[in-house]
T-cell receptor, first 113, second 112 residues
Framework: EAQVTQNPRYLITVTGKKLTVTCSQN?????MSWYRQDPGLGLRQIYY???????DKGDVPEGYKVSRKEKRNFPLILESPSPNQTSLYFC????????????FGAGTRLSVL | SQQGEEDPQALSIQEGENATMNCSYK?????LQWYRQNSGRGLVHLIL?????REKHSGRLRVTLDTSKKSSSLLITASRAADTASYFC????????????FGKGTMLLVSP
C-alpha cells in the first residue's frame, strides 16, 4: 500500500531534549516536506526537499533541522525543543511533476514541557 | 507565506444540504487543490484544478476557479455526516517547482 509513515504518532518530551521524528514514503517520490499545524494558523511549511541531498527552508524553519540521505526518508530533527514547538506535525511527499499533489502522513502530535 | 484564505472559517449545515467554501489567493498560480482533513489526521487530496480550467467535477464535488478574481470555490452537494471535516485550499506557484501553500481551512460540520 502506498503510504507516508511517520513515527512516533505521539510524543511528550521536555525542553532541550533532542528528538527526531521519522518520515518514510514507499512511492519513490522525489519531493518531501514537513509542516506544522497550529490552531488558527493552518499548515505552515518547515522544510522541504526536492531530492536526495537537496533541502530548503520553508516558512518556519527556526529550531528545526532535516536531512535527506535516502530518497524514501526525510527525518525532522529538533536539536533543543522548546514549548513553542508543541504542535501537530505532518510529513508529505509528492512526485516530481509540477502538479504537486501531496500525500500526507498521519501526523505526529508533539508536546514539549 | 500564507497564500490561500478560505471563507467561511466554519460552516454548519444539515445532511442533504449543499456546502460551499471559498478560497482567495494573491499571486499567479499553476493549479489550485482542495484537501480534506478529518480531525487531527493527515490531509487527503480531493481535487485539482489547473489555471486554464474554470470548473471541475469529482463525484459530489464541484470546484470552480476564477483567475481574474484570484478565487476558487468548492461545492459539496447533498452533504453527509461523513463530510464533517476541515477543508483546505492549496495553491501551486506559476513558476518553479510546485511547492504548495495552504490556507487556514474551513471547518465543516454536517449534522444528521
Amino acid at each position: 500500500e502506498a503510504q507516508v509513515t511517520q513515527n512516533p504518532r505521539y510524543l511528550i518530551t521536555v525542553t532541550g531534549k533532542k528528538l527526531t521524528v521519522t518520515c518514510s514514503q514507499n512511492m519513490n517520490h522525489e519531493y518531501m516536506s514537513w509542516y506544522r499545524q497550529d490552531p488558527g494558523l493552518g499548515l505552515r511549511q518547515i522544510y522541504y526537499s526536492m531530492n536526495v541531498e537537496v533541502t530548503d527552508k520553508g516558512d518556519v524553519p527556526e529550531g528545526y533541522k532535516v536531512s535527506r540521505k535516502e530518497k524514501r526518508n526525510f527525518p525532522l530533527i529538533l536539536e533543543s525543543p522548546s514549548p513553542n514547538q508543541t504542535s501537530l506535525y505532518f510529513c508529505a511527499s509528492s512526485p516530481s511533476d509540477r502538479v504537486g499533489i501531496q500525500y500526507f502522513g498521519a501526523g505526529t502530535r508533539l508536546s514539549v514541557l | 507565506s500564507q497564500q490561500g484564505e478560505e471563507d467561511p472559517q466554519a460552516l454548519s449545515i444539515q445532511e442533504g444540504e449543499n456546502a460551499t467554501m471559498n478560497c482567495s489567493y494573491k499571486t499567479s498560480i499553476n493549479n489550485l487543490q482542495w484537501y480534506r482533513q478529518n480531525s487531527g489526521r493527515g490531509l487527503v487530496h480531493l481535487i485539482l484544478i489547473r489555471s486554464n480550467e474554470r470548473e471541475k467535477h469529482s463525484g459530489r464535488l464541484r470546484v470552480t476557479l476564477d483567475t481574474s478574481k484570484k478565487s476558487s470555490s468548492l461545492l459539496i452537494t447533498a452533504s453527509r455526516a461523513a463530510d464533517t471535516a476541515s477543508y483546505f485550499c492549496a495553491t501551486g506557484p506559476n513558476s518553479g517547482y510546485s511547492t504548495l501553500t495552504f490556507g487556514k481551512g474551513t471547518m465543516l460540520l454536517v449534522s444528521p
